[in-house]
């Protein structure tokens, strides 16, 4: 056990340290009782841009809560994402799941949110994930994200791919790590 926390340790360290940008991808499927929480670093042209920390948590088999913490530091005002998630297919390799949300600032203007996410597994290893989310009353209304997943463990996950922050002009390629409990 104390190898494999070495080894995770590792991966993470140098995936932080090396590359230009770093974040956690939503996920499209629903599982009652298969949870995750995901933290990231967002970077772009070698300045960190945001800090997120995002909880998925399946409520039934076919609803579910996406939360996301963004912290810009000196940059912007911090954002809330709160989502519903609901199922719209399940299929056994590709799941499209709509959102329903609200996005909220620390000093509590907020706006609706809708959006979708896709998932397609390419193999027991890789998931392909797309997402996109429309703010309804914002200045910077579309957020999106293209990535994958790569299964490290039956429990820790390596994303990446590229994001663009709704209700922020942040976006860059991403890199993170997903924890299911």
Known sequence: MKRLNLVLGLVVFLLLAQVGVAWGLPQAEIRQGRNSIAYSVQRLDSEIKAMIFEGDFGLTPTLGLDTRFFYFGDDGDDLIDLNLKFKVVDDRDFNLTGLVGYQTNLDGEGSNQLGMLLSNDQSQYITLNAGVNILLDSEDPLGYSVGF?????????????????????????????????
Request: hydrophobic letters at 35%; zero cysteines; charged letters at 20%.
């Open 149 to 181: 997943d790569y299964m490290l463990t039956r429990d820790w996950y390596l994303e990446a791919g590229f994001r663009g922050i709704a209700g922020s002009s942040n976006h860059g390629l991403t890199i993170g790590l997903r924890n299911y409990l």
